[in-house]
């Protein structure tokens, strides 16, 4: 099957401080990929989606100059977050769309963001 | 966004016994999935439904497409301790936007 990765799994930062997370299909290429947030005990809430070669479309409430991401290749999209606070710690979870179709979305394994 | 309302938000069973849980919308979809997460990972599909009334099986699970197209509905049988976890639903509607479903957790108790 698919598989999409994601690196770091875990991360603990300094508020302040830029955290990026890599998201990369290892056997497909992705025009799309989503990056979502989920909390403790809820659902994954969509943040946005990146489409390579051009600018992501970020959901209503998501600042985009907070949460930057960057599509670069067909295999990789970077979520980075700026100037990191304590309410940004959350499990953030990224997927891939193999093909055209949400039944082809490969979701990767999550990273825990801490901020101190 | 929009969420679909999953019930029942948990379930606490005994190793052996049936499961049953759903997924309910106010609007219409064209294609219903379900998914199973386990902790500290992503969701990963379990099964796919892509037409009202349609009836799709994958081992122990069965999964049915509403015929109003606003449901959905999973069905485990002979629960095992593995099949612990958060069961999500999601849907595609007809503008082609996808959204998850609140989740159930489930636990097997041994």
């Known amino acids: 099957g698919a598989v999409v990765s994601q690196h770091p799994s875990r991360v603990i930062c300094k508020s302040g401080t830029s955290v990026k997370i890599e998201c990369r299909s290892l056997?497909?290429?992705?025009?799309?990929m989503f990056w979502y947030r989920q909390f403790p005990k809820q659902s994954l809430m969509l943040m946005a989606t990146?489409?390579?070669?051009?600018?992501?479309?970020?959901e209503q409430g998501v600042e985009k100059d907070k949460f930057l991401i960057n599509h670069a290749s067909l295999t990789l999209s970077t979520l980075t977050v700026t100037s990191a606070h304590p309410e940004d710690s959350s499990f953030y979870i990224c997927?891939?769309?193999?093909?055209?179709?949400?039944?082809?979305?490969?979701f990767g394994p999550g990273t825990r963001l801490t901020v101190l | 966004g929009q969420q679909l309302n999953q019930s029942p938000q948990s379930m606490f069973i005994q190793e052996g016994e049936d499961v049953s849980m759903n997924c309910t919308s106010s609007?219409?979809?064209?294609?219903w999935l379900w998914y199973k997460q386990d902790p500290g990972e992503g969701p990963v599909l379990l099964i796919a439904?892509?037409?009202?009334?349609e009836l799709t099986s994958n081992g122990r699970l069965t999964a049915q497409f509403g015929i109003t197209r606003k449901d959905s509905f999973l069905n485990i049988s002979a629960s095992i301790p593995s099949d612990v976890g958060i069961y999500f639903c999601?849907?595609?509607?007809?503008?082609?936007?996808?959204?998850f479903g609140t989740g159930t957790s489930l636990t097997v108790i041994p």
């Open positions: 997927s891939a769309v193999r093909g055209g179709s949400y039944n082809e979305q490969f």
């Open positions: 056997d497909f290429q992705a025009t799309t």
């Open positions: 990146s489409n390579e070669g051009s600018k992501a479309t970020y």
């Open positions: 609007s219409i979809f064209n294609t």
């Open positions: 439904l892509y037409k009202a009334g």
């Open positions: 999601a849907g595609v509607n007809t503008g082609n936007q996808f959204y």
